[in-house]
């Protein structure tokens, strides 16, 4: 049985000994892959993998950390979020255990609640994704639940003072991919509304522009939801050639976590021009098939 992934999100970039305090509640208890942190979007984004159990013991202690170390009414950052671990997902590696990623998110979001008395919002993208719950910010949040439009699917019905409320669910593995601009901020934001699926762009990527002062550039950030349908080097594409139309350049692209190796062999492919190259081509991948 392969283990269940989570890429739990906390609303901290810049204070070093909160993410490490983050990272220490997680190691004893699941195995952490990859840490990364981004100071203009003041968010650390963990990858852990493990059992349900596992998973739920280190989610449950990095929330609470977060709950004593962040506080969301001092908080600045380029990044929407409505809690100090704003967003929590569980992930199947493979399509057949979304049921058990399911019950784990369930499983976590219980204990959430009832240990921590946060407020636990499940979505289910992309009909409900962290964006339903974000806009507006947390006023706008709290609105919603005081008026009764909107009711957590755990725990009190009322945002934390600090650290907000927890979105947490099961979800398709995804990549969090952003692309650097030299240009104006209005330039980022006409470009991710060209490339997002709302706007008629890329089936499944979700895009926002957003400014990082403390880099010096503005970014398209994405999240790609379906890799097969839309391959990160036609997105890049696409981005540079709008961007270049409006007087902006590419100065590169980031990865946020970890990605399927399918995807990057997709990509490697387009790039060498190696007709039919995909995820079979790749050796290791085929050792792992058996």
Known sequence: MLPLESVPNFSEGRDAATIAALGAAIRPRA?????????????????????????????????????????????????????????????????????????????????????????????????????FYRRGGTAELQRRLDAGELVPDFGPPRLHESAGGVILGARHPLIAFNVNLRGELSVAREVAALVREKGG??????????????????????????????????????????????????????LVGLMPAGAAAAAAGAALRIDGFDQSHVLELRLLDG
């Open 31 to 131: 195995r952490l892959l990859d840490v990364h942190a981004d100071e203009d979007h003041n968010r650390s984004v963990f990858t852990l993998v493990g059992s349900e159990e596992e998973l739920a013991g280190a989610l449950v202690a990095a929330v609470q950390v977060a709950l004593d170390r962040i506080d969301l009414g001092r908080h600045q950052g380029a990044h929407p979020r409505i809690g100090a671990a704003d967003v929590v997902p569980i992930v199947p590696l493979r399509p057949g255990d979304m049921d058990r990623a399911r019950a784990t998110a369930a499983l976590v979001g219980g204990r959430i609640a009832d240990e921590l008395g946060l407020p636990v919002f499940v979505y289910s993208p992309p009909e409900r994704g962290p964006a």
């Open 201 to 254: 762009g890329f089936p499944g990527v979700r895009a926002l522009g957003l400014d990082l002062p403390r880099a010096g550039f503005v970014q398209v950030s994405m999240n790609v939801e379906d890799w097969e349908a839309a391959a990160l080097h036609d997105i890049v594409a696409r981005i540079e050639h709008e961007a270049s139309a409006r007087g902006a350049e590419v100065v590169g692209s980031e």
